[in-house]
Antibody, heavy 120, light 110 residues
């Protein structure tokens, strides 16, 4: 059973860059069978898809965030990463990474999530 | 305004069945073939319960079922149990190769 674990600073100042990493416990990141997604949930709000990356480094992102997000994938460290630039209080949320099968829809499994607060 | 419309809340009594709808409000979701559903208990990690409209991941109870008619996908939970009380989200793949979530439905088991 693969495990995903997010990590990164819990507090980021407004206008700065939020950087998170998701570590994958098995070698599924090395195969072409999966996309690797980032999803967030603000306090009291619903789920918002941020974007995804594939093994060949192709990425797709939410049009509402596209200009501020970048994704990377490191097969050596078995990690995926997310960067969000120019953050505001609206970016305060629990951030999850999740795996998606290339052959079928659905995010499974999810990481435990990490809370990021944007505040001075 | 999400491209997917869900009721804000539904309720039912133990043993009953309930259905949560997820209506695509634009052509943004294309043929609406890649619809998934998630159960989310507050403070826990969201869990995939239905994918590709009707399929259940291994380990998910057959009390959960998915269907679709036209531009409306539905999640039905039969034999309601108290532990089913949670927030439920639908998600769909769009013509831009992005994913979109509905705003979520709060299920209360009375």
């Amino acid at each position: 059973q693969v495990l995903l674990q997010e990590s990164g600073p819990g507090l980021v100042k407004p206008s700065q860059t939020l950087s998170l990493t998701c570590t994958v416990s098995d070698n599924s990141i090395l195969s072409g069978d999966y996309y690797w997604n980032w999803i967030r949930q603000p306090a009291g709000g619903g789920l918002e898809w941020i974007g995804r990356i594939y093994l060949d480094r192709r990425t797709t992102s939410n049009p509402s965030l596209q200009s501020r997000v970048t994704f990377s994938l490191d097969t050596i460290k078995k990690q995926i990463s997310l960067r969000v630039t120019s953050v505001t209080a609206a970016d305060t949320a629990i951030y999850y990474c999740a795996r998606e099968s290339y052959f079928s829809g659905g995010f499974d499994p999810w990481g435990q999530g990490t809370l990021v607060t944007v505040s001075s | 305004q999400s491209a997917l419309s869900q009721p804000a809340s539904v309720s039912g009594s133990p043993g009953q069945s309930i259905t949560i709808s997820c209506t695509a409000t634009s052509n943004y979701v294309g043929r609406y073939d890649s619809v998934s559903w998630y159960q989310h208990h507050p403070g826990e990690v969201p869990r995939l319960i239905i994918y590709d409209v009707i399929d259940r991941p291994s380990g998910i109870s057959n009390r959960f079922s998915g269907s679709k008619s036209g531009n409306t996908a539905s999640l039905t939970i039969s034999g309601l149990q108290t532990e089913d009380e949670a927030n439920y989200y639908c998600s769909a793949f769009t013509t831009d190769s992005t994913w979109v979530f509905g705003a979520g439905t709060k299920l209360t088991v009375l």
